[in-house]
């Protein structure tokens, strides 16, 4: 893990300078209610694998990027690099490898600001009963994210409160939902968007 940092998985990653009796918690892109399972360093990138996805930090776990785009299944229990490839072990039983040149240009990619607001459709959809939700935001702002039936009530807050620029995912467990078509609607200042889902079991 490297001579300065000590860390720790329990629903988040944490770290602890050598100097320091205190551990920091560093949030995942903004992704909420996930359990971290691995972690992996490597020419000083850090992997870590969640419930939620895949995610790298190339600062020494300041920000966070999703590198799981493509990949079918989103709990990955466990994580490593040999050679140059990236391997992700999943929670259905399946090893998926992805060429590490890819992963590290993908994430260069990511880390500039984004230049509009956005709300991408979630992934995977149609899902049962786990899906993230992505959104783009320029600026800081207090964001609320809220999941509505057909009928246009309201089943469940996933987000209220002050979020920083850039993108964020959100997981969403709709285990106690039944299925059908739910609509989901992101509250930025003044700035508004809603997609629609379907919860197929």
Request: glycine share 6%; no cysteine; net charge positive.
């Amino acid at each position: 893990m490297g001579q300065n940092s000590k860390y720790l998985f329990a629903k988040g990653v944490y770290r602890m300078s050598k100097d320091s009796s205190v551990w920091q918690k560093f949030p995942l892109q903004g992704v909420s209610g996930y359990n971290t399972y691995s972690m992996y360093s490597s020419d000083s990138v850090l992997y870590v694998s969640t419930s939620v996805g895949l995610f790298q930090s190339q600062n020494n776990g300041e920000v966070w990027k999703r590198i799981d785009d493509n990949l079918p299944e989103l709990e990955v229990r466990s994580v490593t690099v040999y050679k140059d490839y990236v391997f992700a072990g999943t929670f259905g039983r399946s090893i998926f490898r992805r060429p590490l040149s890819e992963v590290l240009t993908s994430v260069k990619k990511e880390e500039t600001t984004p230049k509009e607001f956005s709300l991408s459709q979630n992934y995977p959809n149609p899902f049962n009963p786990k899906t993230t939700i992505t959104f783009s935001i320029t600026k800081e702002s207090y964001v609320t994210l809220k999941v509505y039936n057909v009928l246009g009530e309201e089943v469940r807050t996933l987000l209220s409160e002050e979020q920083p620029l850039g993108e964020h995912n959100i997981a969403f467990d709709a285990s106690a939902l039944p299925s059908g078509v739910y609509f989901y609607r992101i509250t930025a200042g003044k700035l508004m968007a809603t997609q629609k889902m379907v919860l197929l079991r």
